[in-house]
């Protein structure tokens, strides 16, 4: 079975805790896409120093951090920290599996990326940024994104924005961050009906990140990522 390499670094967190660190090179970041088109549900977790000293508490936050497909350094403080832990070029590589259905499509980058990721400097991941790889590879794959969070006026603008920027990408649904407890059914039936690729979660979601662990299970072979502010930086806010 083929799979993915990415370079991971655990950090010490606190007197007793650990958390793993992913270093996925651009090109990875694309080749996951249609390697978790396989059934299951996938999260991608954004942190920084704040996050981590969250993530030493053992609780509900910490298990999600723990068990995501990937833990992104947001800030450029953090991922010099991991860096600095013992030589810079000595990396765990942990292997991603990839389904026997994308081994013919996937096996077509492997060896090049194997070739491109060697040596190469690591660093910290915009959430923006990586969230356009993720949705220009979609595009081309005629994917498709749901939208949570937000008030109306930006999710409105987002959608435009995303509309206009990956025409071929579909948007398969939207909902504002603080929906009503009466509206949470309605939605979770066209998080299933949709199936979408990708599940965006910004501001004003009741419970921030930790949404996206206690839905997961409404939906399928969906790749979820939060960030508070990327709606409203997807709507053009400053």
């Given at each position: 079975?083929?799979?993915?390499?990415?370079?991971?670094?655990?950090?010490?967190?606190?007197?007793?805790?650990?958390?793993?660190?992913?270093?996925?090179?651009?090109?990875?970041?694309?080749?996951?896409?249609?390697?978790?088109?396989?059934?299951?549900?996938?999260?991608?977790?954004?942190?920084?120093?704040?996050?981590?000293?969250?993530?030493?508490?053992?609780?509900?936050?910490?298990?999600?951090?723990?068990?995501?497909?990937?833990?992104?350094?947001?800030?450029?403080s953090l991922a010099k920290k991991a860096t600095e832990m013992g030589s810079c070029?000595?990396?765990?590589?942990?292997?991603?599996?990839?389904?026997?259905?994308?081994?013919?499509?996937?096996?077509?980058?492997?060896?090049?990326?194997?070739?491109?990721?060697?040596?190469?400097?690591?660093?910290?991941?915009?959430?923006?940024?990586?969230?356009?790889?993720?949705?220009?590879?979609?595009?081309?794959?005629?994917?498709?994104?749901?939208?949570?969070?937000?008030?109306?006026?930006?999710?409105q603008r987002t959608e435009l924005n995303l509309r206009s920027t990956f025409p071929?990408?579909r948007l398969v649904g939207r909902s504002i961050g603080n929906y009503l407890p009466?509206?949470?059914?309605?939605?979770?039936?066209?998080?299933?009906?949709?199936?979408?690729?990708?599940?965006?979660?910004?501001?004003?979601?009741?419970?921030?990140?930790?949404?996206?662990?206690?839905?997961?299970?409404?939906?399928?072979?969906?790749?979820?990522?939060?960030?508070?502010?990327?709606?409203?930086?997807?709507?053009?806010?400053?």
């Amino acid at each position: 079975m083929a799979t993915v390499q990415i370079r991971t670094k655990t950090i010490r967190n606190g007197t007793s805790s650990k958390v793993r660190l992913d270093f996925p090179t651009e090109r990875q970041l694309g080749l996951l896409v249609p390697a978790w088109t396989d059934g299951k549900n996938h999260q991608i977790c954004f942190v920084d120093e704040k996050c981590l000293a969250r993530a030493a508490r053992a609780g509900e936050y910490a298990s999600m951090i723990a068990s995501a497909d990937l833990v992104l350094p947001k800030t450029p403080s953090l991922a010099k920290k991991a860096t600095e832990m013992g030589s810079c070029d000595v990396f765990e590589l942990r292997e991603v599996s990839i389904p026997p259905t994308q081994e013919a499509y996937l096996s077509l980058f492997l060896e090049d990326e194997e070739e491109s990721s060697a040596g190469s400097e690591v660093g910290c991941y915009n959430p923006l940024h990586t969230l356009n790889i993720l949705m220009s590879i979609l595009e081309q794959r005629n994917g498709s994104v749901f939208l949570l969070g937000g008030a109306v006026a930006k999710l409105q603008r987002t959608e435009l924005n995303l509309r206009s920027t990956f025409p071929r990408l579909r948007l398969v649904g939207r909902s504002i961050g603080n929906y009503l407890p009466q509206q949470e059914a309605p939605l979770m039936t066209a998080l299933q009906k949709t199936a979408p690729d990708l599940i965006i979660v910004g501001s004003l979601v009741e419970g921030g990140e930790l949404w996206i662990p206690r839905h997961m299970n409404f939906t399928r072979s969906g790749i979820f990522v939060f960030d508070d502010s990327i709606l409203e930086v997807l709507a053009g806010s400053n």
